[in-house]
């Protein structure tokens, strides 16, 4: 027997002539009587008739071309369902692609003297792909309403495990997604939704590094990232652009332990608090050595100290902390947790968006929590120890949605959004805090800065600022995200 191979993207429906029972279920050879010999065969509750190529049918005409004469049978021209391969009268092709629709794996196997009917078995995956692009381009926020499912590739579990990202698997595999649910280019979204990604590294987010950021359950940004990455990949077609910042350190920091030592000459322990009552009766005072490395006129080391403790006090930031070696510039904990790094490659390549990357932190005479700014701009004789990010602020204010998460949340997500709502508070009815994806800083015994980010998300809440959660659906978010939903 002759078979051939098709695409079944090349089938097309054309007007059936008429046919004896063919399109009844339930219909059995001894049921046609004198027509008996016109039908070859029966597939399940379907008959196959026709001929061959090239033979004569019983309505005179000559099949010439194999491919006309393929075509669903009795499909429902408002329903578009084919009631007569079911023995129960339930929809088949629907313009959700969560249901199984019409269609085989793209390419159907057509046997000799069966060209009438073609009988899918799986899903139609081109039709689930159309389908998709029209229900999410059917409002302005694209797929917002209904969350995507994970790709096969995902495992909620082992987000903690350092490792490569197979970039050309997902490359590859993010195509074939976008393609199967509908995911049209950034560019196209109606409402552009920014998510701003504060310094999701492996330092802050994975168990056993430096400055891991356990909260008060102690699995604090573990249990952050799983949410984070499941939001993700389920709002794809939500997520316009990603920018991400990176904390960047090197060994010579004001905030490390080699840059301050005691009268003795000894060094400070991690998350030592250094206030100006403690600069002033020389408890602490800055290293020569380190000074020099860092760029700074050992003569001026203790001026510079005294002053910048005091601008944090008179600014309202947190005494200067002496933290543990972190997100060191070339190090395994300065990368991004693996699994945030995948999920963002494959958004990149699935919505067609390049991820930003912002850097901050290296400034060796300032503390840099903020992507937005330094902690004190200037030195004691108004040297400039940093910048503000203007561009990225412009940046942020041509989406119509911001969305931050990342760690910590009570401090360097925390100053990140004080900072942009002071520089430009108009941004705050845009604004969205992923609460459940984010923790505070917390050392059981020496700091625990919980109330001090419950504090500061309250203060963005008053100014406008929208706190939600991650696993609540966006539909559901109050602000621009859901009114525009709701066009």
């Not at 071309?65 to 393929?70: G, K, P, T, V």
């Not at 005479?365 to 004190?376: A, F, I, K, N």
């Amino acid at each position: 027997m002759n078979r051939v191979v098709v695409d079944e993207r090349d089938l097309q429906p054309e007007e059936a002539p008429p046919r004896r029972l063919v399109d009844q279920p339930r219909t059995g050879l001894r049921e046609l009587g004198e027509h008996a010999g016109d039908v070859v065969g029966l597939v399940r509750d379907v008959m196959e008739a026709g001929p061959a190529l090239g033979e004569e049918a019983a309505d005179r005409r000559v099949l010439v071309r194999r491919r006309e004469e393929l075509e669903p049978a009795g499909a429902h021209e408002k329903r578009r369902r084919l009631d007569a391969l079911l023995g129960k009268r339930a929809p088949v092709l629907d313009s959700r692609p969560e249901q199984s629709l019409i269609g085989g794996d793209r390419l159907v196997e057509v046997a000799d003297r069966v060209a009438d009917v073609v009988y899918a078995r799986d899903r139609h995956r081109r039709d689930a792909s159309q389908s998709g692009r029209a229900r999410r381009q059917g409002g302005t926020v694209g797929g917002m309403g209904s969350e995507l499912p994970l790709p096969p590739h995902v495992d909620l579990e082992g987000v903690a495990e350092v490792r490569r990202v197979d970039y050309e698997s997902r490359f590859r595999e993010a195509i074939a997604w976008a393609s199967e649910h509908g995911l049209p280019p950034a560019a196209e979204d109606g409402t552009r939704t920014c998510l701003l990604l504060v310094d999701a590294q492996n330092t802050f987010c994975t168990p056993g590094f430096e400055l891991f950021v356990a909260g008060r359950s102690g699995a604090g940004a573990l249990d952050d990232t799983r949410r984070l990455v499941a939001f993700l990949y389920g709002s794809l077609d939500a997520i316009t652009q990603v920018v991400v910042t990176l904390d960047t350190h090197q060994a010579f920091q004001i905030f490390h332990a080699p840059f301050l030592m005691d009268p003795e000459g000894r060094h400070p322990d991690p998350y030592t608090l250094v206030t100006p009552e403690d600069v002033a009766a020389g408890r602490w005072r800055v290293d020569p050595g380190a000074a020099a490395v860092a760029g700074l006129d050992p003569e001026w080391g203790d001026e510079h100290l005294a002053a910048y403790v005091r601008s944090l006090a008179a600014g309202g930031k947190y005494d200067l902390t002496v933290w543990p070696f972190h997100a060191m510039l070339g190090g395994v904990g300065h990368a991004l947790v693996s699994a945030i790094e995948e999920a963002l490659f494959f958004h990149a390549i699935a919505r067609r968006s390049q991820t930003t990357f912002e850097i901050k932190g290296w400034q060796p005479l300032t503390e840099h929590y903020s992507v937005l700014g330094p902690e004190v701009l200037r030195g004691s004789r108004g040297e400039p120890l940093g910048e503000r990010n203007a561009k990225l602020v412009e940046h942020l204010l041509g989406f119509d949605a911001v969305l931050v998460a990342g760690q910590a949340k009570s401090h360097c997500v925390a100053w990140t959004v004080e900072d942009l709502l002071a520089d430009a508070p108009e941004i705050a009815p845009r604004l969205y805090l992923l609460e459940d994806c984010t923790s505070s800083v917390v050392v059981p015994g020496i700091v625990d800065y919980t109330e001090d980010a419950d504090a500061a998300f309250a203060r963005f809440a008053e100014a406008g600022a929208h706190v939600v959660r991650s696993t609540d659906p966006i539909a559901a978010w109050s602000g621009p995200l859901g009114a525009a939903l709701a066009r």
